[in-house]
């Protein structure tokens, strides 16, 4: 891997970090309003999609030598655990949390079920500003695709297609 690559990886992980970091400091402030941990796979989907540069890190990763195929869900989870928690994609740490987007007349509020369900409000402090996530991780994505010509066939990949060559 060259350098610039090992670059944009160390970025990723970074806001991977800062996301996780958000998560527990929204699931701490939430009054117990957040139900999402490690272990519940409630939100788990076969139709997931990803960046390249998110599939290359859970690719080179290592984390999942093994898959659990047939699957009606996520490939990566067995037995209700995730196989690559510690390498999980965004959309994976940020499901269920309460996420804002800006939609195309109004903002956007999206949730587990499962979380906030004696609450009547949740504090605006808790949401996650799913645009500015995602604008970085389109950025790092871009330089990405940019050192890896290969992964430019497609925007985005199905969880399916990761160890797909």
Do not use: W
Not at 12 to 26: F, G, N, P, V
Not at 49 to 61: C, Q, T
Not at 136 to 145: K, R
Request: charged share 25%; net charge neutral; glycine share 6%.
């Amino acid at each position: 891997m060259t350098k610039a690559a090992a670059q944009i990886l160390v970025k990723y992980k970074k806001l991977l970090s800062a996301i996780d970091e958000l998560c527990e400091k929204i699931t701490k402030n939430s009054g117990g309003g957040i139900t999402c941990h490690k272990g519940c796979s409630s939100c788990c989907e076969t139709g997931i999609s990803l960046y390249p540069l998110e599939a290359f890190n859970i690719k080179e990763s290592g984390a999942a030598q093994t898959l659990s195929e047939g699957n009606e869900r996520c490939i990566f989870l067995e037995n209700g655990l995730c196989l690559i928690y510690d390498t999980r994609p965004v959309i994976c740490r940020t499901h269920g949390y309460p996420l804002l987007y800006n939609g195309a007349e109004s903002l956007e509020l999206s949730l587990c079920e499962k979380n906030f369900t004696s609450a009547n409000n949740i504090d605006s402090s808790l949401f996650i500003d799913m645009e500015k996530i995602n604008t970085i991780l389109a950025a790092l994505n871009l330089e990405f695709i940019r050192l890896f010509p290969a992964y430019q066939k497609k925007e985005r990949l199905n969880m399916k297609e990761i160890f797909k060559d």
